[in-house]
């Protein structure tokens, strides 16, 4: 089997390595072949003054008696291309996830809890400072939290802070560490959170989307670019989304978890 090709012959590609062994079909003096570029999928074939006879150009495989169509593969670099956005994705993925959890845990509920003050901001010295970094947090019992700062000038300035945040607790300042006892929540205030919990869920959700088509587009480009086909692109996007519902499948689990608390 044998194809013609022109000065410039774009080639679709297919097989894993490319063959460089071309042999004219006959009279091989009239043609010769100054260099080629391989672009992924396709081959750009360059010849010299000499140009083509016109008479099939044969590529022999030295594994196959019979003569075929030039095929070229890049296997390894698709592969790579898209072991490179698919990490990317799955990364900031967990990212999501991570970012997730910290905020359901700051929401507080009926239990105590140290990360509920992990958002809590103190006027240190004029700079804003994690209280978490100033202060050991701990949980004396199941409704109460201590916090004892590291340097006791700064007592006053984390009542403050506590006090103007929107976690509704009361400190109890008695000169050497700060005390916080958790009311039980009442049914509506369960309500409340729990609203807060589901938008903070889908919020999630919608970023996990939005890394999806982020990637998706990455794709497309390459293929733009004839660095993948079409099928490739479709290929990949199958396996993303398939990735997608994995992380979609834990912020649901995240969110059935916090709902119990």
Known sequence: MATAFTPATHIRCNSPRILPSFVPASNSKSAKVVSWNAASNYVKLQVGPGGFSGKPLVVRKPWMKRASILRCGTMEEIAAEKSLIEKDAKGRMEKTIE????????????????????????????????????AQISTPDASSLMVQPYDKSSLKAVEKAIVSSDLGLTPNNDGDVIRLTLPQLTSERRKELSKIVAKQAEEGKVAIRNIRRDAIKSYEKLEKEKKLSEDNVKDFSNDLQKVTDEYMKKIDSLFKQKEKV
């Open 99 to 134: 970012t997730l959890k910290s905020n359901f845990m700051s929401i507080r509920t009926g239990r105590a809890n140290p990360a509920m003050l992990d958002k809590v901001q103190v006027d240190y010295y004029g700079t804003p400072v994690n209280l978490k970094s100033i």
